[in-house]
């Protein structure tokens, strides 16, 4: 696609520049009024997603949890059975050999019990610390979903109070954009977005730049104000205009 080309004057470039300048400008000092609200909306939704994956993880190492207590008790009760089968058999023992065998059997039965025990309570130890965990962070949570509401509710009053007024800027910038040839236009752009303020064009003040206030050399502000060609200022790159073409246009 060919890129555009206008062809008017020096002059009325600047002027023409200066006018969306000014039109994107008011479009910034709406986006102003939303302030931070956006990035801390999706800050909030970034921590809302970040706890939910903490929670999950914490739900399911209590899950795992609580069926080893499961199996512990199934063990636990396992080896009581067999306690008691085994003293049942040593009331008919008939030999040594076979009492010291259930003997060490009763033995081990009970050693089980008490291992099975202690694994038991410690997992109770481990399941009340994971509901604690749980609790704080559902908590954290929930009260970072209410502060997501109540930014998200603050932002949609502003949009929908300057949401018509941007729309019919933005309308009215991109009608101003056809004015320009495409080359000046990216430049402009890309001055836009590289500077802090979005200013692009400035005027010569006091024989500096009113950009980045370094000063502009006599020869140089005589050729910004016969309008030969575009110039920037070397320092911070930005248009440089007479202040009579901003004073024109005011």
Request: negative net charge; contains cysteine; glycine residues 2%.
């Amino acid at each position: 696609m060919a890129k555009k080309t206008i062809s008017i004057s020096v002059e009325e470039k600047l002027k023409a520049l200066y006018d969306l300048q000014c039109v994107d400008s008011e479009i910034d000092e709406l986006r102003v009024v939303r302030g931070e609200l956006p990035v801390e909306i999706q800050d909030l939704e970034d921590e809302i997603s970040r706890l939910e994956t903490r929670l999950e993880k914490f739900e399911e190492e209590k899950s795992i949890l609580k069926a080893d207590q499961k199996a512990k008790k199934v063990a636990i009760k396992n080896s009581e059975e067999l306690i008691v089968r085994y003293k049942k058999q040593l009331e008919n023992i008939k030999n040594n050999r076979e009492f010291t065998s259930l003997t060490k059997e009763l033995e081990f039965q009970e050693l089980e019990i008490q291992l099975s025990d202690k694994r038991t309570n410690e997992i109770k130890a481990k399941v009340l610390m994971k509901d604690e965990v749980i609790a704080s962070t559902t908590e954290d949570l929930n009260e970072n979903k209410e502060d997501l509401e109540g930014k998200k509710s603050e932002l949609s009053e502003i949009t929908a109070e300057t949401e018509k007024e941007e729309k019919s800027l933005i309308k009215k910038s991109k009608s101003s954009q056809k004015k320009i040839d495409d080359r000046l236009l990216s430049s402009y752009k890309r001055i836009r977005t590289s500077v802090r303020n979005g200013l692009a064009l400035v005027s010569v003040d006091r024989d500096a730049c009113g950009g980045c206030f370094n000063k502009i050399p006599p020869q140089r502000q005589l050729d910004i104000k016969l309008h030969k060609k575009i110039i920037v200022c070397e320092h911070c790159g930005r248009i440089l205009v007479d202040s009579n073409i901003l004073s024109e246009q005011e």
